[in-house]
Structures are given as C-alpha cells and as structure tokens.
C-alpha cells in the first residue's frame, strides 16, 4: 500500500472538516490549491481523479487527494454516496513509502535536557486504502460539532482531534505491518538480545534459543529496526549504560560490567561513539537533571 510520509514535527494543521451527502449525478469540481483534501466514503462510491490518476473511492474506504495536485471527479456518483472530509495543511513536502517498507521498531534519537530543537520524525497516512470508519466516525462527528459551534475553547481540541485521527489512521497501518512473520521475529529477538546483554554475542546461541537459522533472524530484524543483531545488542548495552550512569553511584567500571562489557576501554569507546561523550561527562552533564 502506497503512503504518504511527512516529517514531523510540526504535525499537519487543521483548516476546515465537512459531512456531505451527494445524491446520484453529482460530480467533484476541479481544482488545484496547496491544501491536503482527505475524503472518507461512509457510503456510496466517489469518482475522483487527480493528476491523470483515477480512483474509485468506495464504502469505508478513503484518498488523500495532495497539496498543488490538480484533483477533478471523473464520473458523476451513480447513488446517494455520503463522505467526510478533512482538509489540512503542511508546510513540507510529501514524500512516499509503501507500508511494508516502514520501519515502525527504527530507534529515534531521543530529545536531551541540551537540546534546543526537535529531532526530524515522520508520520505515515495512507494514501488510497479501506478504513474502519466505524472507529473513525466518533472522532470525525466531534470535530463536526466542534467545527459547527466554533469558537476559541474549540480550537485547541480540534487540532487534537486531527492527530488523533491521523495517530489511529497510522495504527491500522502499523498493526497490518506487525502481524507479519518477518515483524513477529523480529521482536522475538529483539527481546532475546534485551535479556542477553551480559553474555558474550553468539549466532549459535540465538540460533538454539529461537531455532531460526541466524542470517532469517538477522533479516527479518534489519528490516524492522534498520539494524543488525550486534548493532542492536551494542545500542541496548548503552541505553541501560545512560540509565545506570544517572540512577545509580556505581562506577563506570562497574557499569560496564553490568551491562556485559568486561573491557573497561573499549566499553569507554563504544560509549563515546554512541552518545559523543565519554560516560565519565554523560554522568556530570545529567547531574541534578532526574
């Protein structure tokens, strides 16, 4: 399936939400203006076309019709067909993924008590897809309500709304992608390497304990968290490294221990390397911070 990414933050912004019915012989108008047009057909069929490309928009389905794409209904709708629609604005351009190619598990940099701005992030909405207006519909009639009696109190909560519909929109597509065997595996060693930081990496251990051959388990966790088992079992060894370094008094030595790096040096490299500090500075920077 063919999605929309957009980097985030800032998340779309809300411009105007609306409920029609369109009775049989009436057609979309053309246009082509800098605004996202998402259209949910609750019943009946829509005909739409935009930039050559024809789409049939049926019962519990929806389109993402693109900002500066000129969009136009091809046919006229051939019975009552009632829709909602969201329009919403972004201040980047799309780009496009196909829903198996996401990585959901990818590990983001995560924001510091030292950084000024956000890290780059990304959103997925389908393009063209069936959907679960049925848990939709509660979020898409409130911002109706809202939108009908708009005043400043409403503002704030519309704007929720819309990320709430675009976070449960993304979850239909992470929840197909998940239930794939290649996702299901890779959490299972995902889960593995957590537990196993403090033995030495072994193919043939994770092999016997999951009985899988090692480069399918390497496969199928390269392609959901973009890294390969000793890349991850490395990132995992730091992350529980940070939280010792700031929760507790042990030493740095100590720690290295803890987290199955008996080679106190290299433990200092790896560190350095990861987080652009040695452990020893990690610690003072985060002092007073928790």
């Known amino acids: ?49 935009e ?5 049939e928009v ?11 794409k000129t969009h136009w209904g091809h046919h ?25 190619d996401i990585r959901w598990s990818s590990i983001l940099e995560r924001g510091t008590d030292k950084d000024t701005i956000p890290s780059k992030q990304f959103m997925f909405l389908p393009k063209f897809s069936p959907i679960n207006m049925n848990a939709l519909l509660p979020i898409l009639d409130e911002m ?7 005043n400043l109190f409403g503002a704030l909560r519309i704007h929720a709304l819309l990320a709430q ?12 992608k998940l239930g794939s065997r290649s996702a299901q595996i890779s959490k299972k060693v995902e889960a593995y390497l957590q537990v196993s930081i ?9 092999e016997d304990e999951l009985q899988l051959n090692f480069d399918y388990l390497a496969r199928c966790l ?34 290295a221990e803890r987290v199955g790096i008996s080679d106190y040096n290299y433990f200092i490299r790896i560190f350095r390397r990861s987080e652009g500090t040695p452990p020893g500075a990690y610690r003072r920077d985060r002092q007073g911070f928790v």
């Open 76 to 100: 006229e709708c051939e019975e009552d067909t009632e829709i909602y629609w969201v329009h919403f604005v972004h201040p980047h351009p799309c780009s496009y993924i196909h829903s198996n």
């Open 222 to 255: 390269k392609k959901h968290t973009g890294m390969s088992p000793l890349n991850y079992l490395q990132y995992w060894r730091i992350e529980i490294a940070k939280k010792l370094l700031i929760q507790t008094h042990l030493s740095i030595p100590e720690i």
């Open 144 to 150: 109706i309500s809202i939108h009908n009696n708009f």
């Open 1 to 49: 399936m063919e999605c929309i990414q957009l980097i985030v933050p800032p998340v779309p912004q809300f411009l105007t939400i609306g409920h029609s019915h369109w009775r049989a012989g009436d057609c979309h108008f053309s246009r082509n203006f800098q605004v996202y047009d998402m259209l949910l057909v609750r019943k009946g069929r829509l005909y739409m076309t």
């Open 165 to 176: 519909l675009f976070t449960l929109m993304q979850s239909e597509l992470m929840t197909s």
């Open 58 to 68: 049926d019962t519990n389905k929806m389109l993402i019709l693109e900002a500066g």
């Open 198 to 206: 403090h033995d030495s990496f072994s193919t043939r251990m994770m």
């Open 51 to 55: 930039d050559g490309q024809e789409y």
